[in-house]
């Protein structure tokens, strides 16, 4: 990525959707799109690759829940073996409901604490948004400036057709995109 | 296609001459065995009417939510409940056949303490007339909720969704208690001696498992061959796929939520439910029950993918429905018949009439109206649907 950054921005979702899908098309690397709440369709839009945090969640799960199983086993019928209403030492049934809750256990808190680390955020981090009403009624669209042969006057004519409301050149530090 | 050329001759001949064949074979049964054709009979009953219940159990749980998503196939589960009123009286009719199969709770049997209530709740005619009732409010509500749908389809308008809103509340109050009591009407006083309070709850997870499961097949068939097409799209599909694998897990929940409480206590008045299910070759029987039901949907459903492609929906949903087949013989088979598990003809029979009564009805009660709700307000979101 390089350090020049082209910000457009939006009044409408369905104004950024299509700008999204047109930027796309014409091949220009899109850095991240901002929008005040979920749109429905961005992620298509923008081509994102499916999200990988449903792995993370699935083996969590299975860690929690095999994991579980095998400690409640070594628990119960290796190291302190203790007769319970005459059920065998590795009964199975007895060890579903604690097992079934660590899966869940480690399955929600492995896809949270996943989600965290990768998007970076912590207690106490700064909210820096690109611009501020990307909060309440704004949608912005972050392109790459990276090709020698991105031309901004052409890339505004591309998108004043989507009711482009403003259109920014910013050089950002290589710390962050802000 | 339009609906009418959907109710083709070609599908209704053929569903028509299952049916018939199915009913020809067990009317033979009857004479050879009768207890284990009057078994089958009561399963395909139950079957069939718990398909028609779920159809108007969907179509309530979303109109009071407010759901939007399901009313561009909402004509699917409206059409699964016009199987209540044939298939309803059918099961009536089975049970009266044979109502000295439940073994009526004999004086001087079972706990003292509440010995009155049960020898009171479970006489023969205090139980044939609960049995109407049930019945005659599930069609009763039921129809009153497709005729709503159908009239808004002319007039539209805003009024008839508060109406069959309002309608939905009381269906599903109706429904929680009638249907509770009906399972164990029907099937667990084959059994008079045992109890199990989560029996209601195993008996609806096990429904909506299964007509979610009608429903995503015949969403897809109609999708490619019919009027849903262009109409159903894939976000639709996604969702009815989640349901299903959340009603699987819900399923398998209940199930082990039941059989764990009486495995830990094991005490024999419990017990000996689960033992006449687990010896012999009933045990495997009970693996294959969850396998269909829970460990099949549940790891394939789980990818984003497979809930998206109709190959993999249309065959998980065969499984879940061939499960609930195994789950309610399970229920039913070992009180009645007992021994061994048999698979013969005659179950092969009862599940042609099942197939055969099922399309034919679903397809005839699906022709009668529109294929898509037009006159609902809400219709553009729902094809406009995004999950």
């Known amino acids: ?63 929690g829940a095999l994991g579980m199983l095998w400690f409640e086993h070594w628990v119960g019928s290796v190291t302190w073996p203790i007769d319970v209403g005459g059920k065998p030492w590795n009964s199975l049934p007895s060890n579903v409901p604690v097992a079934f809750e660590s899966a869940v256990l480690l399955a929600g808190f492995g896809s949270v604490f996943a989600l965290l680390a990768v998007s970076r955020l912590f207690p106490g981090k700064q909210a820096h948004p690109v ?42 530090s290589a710390g962050g995109t802000h | 296609m339009t609906p009418e050329s959907l109710s083709s001759p070609t599908i209704y001949r053929q569903l028509t001459k299952l049916a018939i064949v199915g009913a020809f074979v067990l009317a033979i049964g009857a004479l050879v065995a009768p207890e284990r054709t009057w078994s089958n009979l009561l399963l395909v009953g139950f079957y069939l009417v718990t398909l028609g219940l779920g159809g108007a159990l969907f179509i309530s749980l979303n109109n009071v939510c407010g ?64 049995s109407v009732a049930y019945v005659v409010v599930w069609i009763l509500l039921s129809r009153a909720l497709v005729a709503v749908s159908r009239r808004q389809d002319k007039s539209g308008g805003v009024g008839l969704s508060i109406l069959s809103r309002r309608l939905s509340a009381i269906f599903l109050i109706a429904y929680a208690i009638t249907f509770s009591l009906a399972s164990y009407d029907w099937i667990l006083l084959l059994e008079p001696m045992w109890f199990s309070t989560i029996w209601g709850v195993y008996n609806f997870a096990g429904m909506v498992q299964a007509t979610l499961a009608a429903m995503i097949v015949l969403t897809i068939f109609l999708r490619k061959r019919g009027p849903l097409r262009n109409v159903v799209t894939d976000e639709h599909l996604h969702d009815l796929g989640k349901l299903l694998l959340g009603f699987s897990c819900f399923w398998m929940y209940i199930w082990f939520s039941q059989y764990m409480l009486i ?48 190959t993999i929906m249309v065959r998980i949903a065969f499984v879940v429905l061939i499960g609930r087949w195994v789950d309610l013989y399970l229920m039913i088979f070992p009180s009645t018949v007992g021994g061994s598990p048999l698979f013969g003809f005659l179950e092969i029979a009862g599940m042609a009439l099942l197939i055969g009564v099922f399309g034919r009805l679903f397809f005839q009660s699906f022709a009668k109206a529109p294929p898509v709700p037009t006159g609902d307000p809400l219709l553009s979101e729902s094809l406009h649907y995004h999950c």
């Open chain 1, 1 to 63: 990525m390089s350090d020049r950054l082209l910000l457009a921005t939006f009044e409408q979702e369905d104004d950024l959707l299509a700008a999204t899908s047109e930027v796309r098309r014409r091949g220009h690397k899109i850095v991240d799109v901002y929008t005040p709440y979920a749109v429905h369709g961005l992620d298509r839009a923008m081509g994102l690759k499916a999200s990988r945090l449903t792995w993370v969640c699935f083996i969590c799960g299975m860690i």
């Open chain 1, 131 to 172: 611009i501020e009403r990307v909060t309440d009624d704004r949608f912005v669209l972050v392109l790459d400036e990276a090709d020698a042969q991105f031309d901004v006057s052409q890339v505004k004519a591309m998108l004043m057709p989507f009711n482009l409301v403003e259109l920014e050149e910013r050089v950002v």
């Open chain 2, 67 to 130: 759901a939007s998503w399901n009313i561009c196939f909402r004509r699917i589960p409206e059409a699964f409940s016009g199987l209540l009123v044939p298939t309803g009286l059918a099961l009536l009719g089975v049970l009266a056949l044979r109502y000295q199969q439940y073994g009526w709770h004999h004086h001087g049997e079972g706990d003292a303490g509440t010995f009155w209530f049960k020898e009171l709740w479970a006489t023969p005619s205090s139980w044939m007339i609960r």
């Open chain 2, 263 to 310: 495995w830990y206590t094991n005490i024999p008045e419990e017990t000996f439910y689960y033992m006449a299910r687990t010896q012999g070759s009933w045990g495997p029987l009970m693996v294959v029950n969850i396998v269909l039901n829970w460990v099949v949907p549940f790891f394939v459903l789980l990818p984003r993918p497979s809930k998206r492609n109709e």
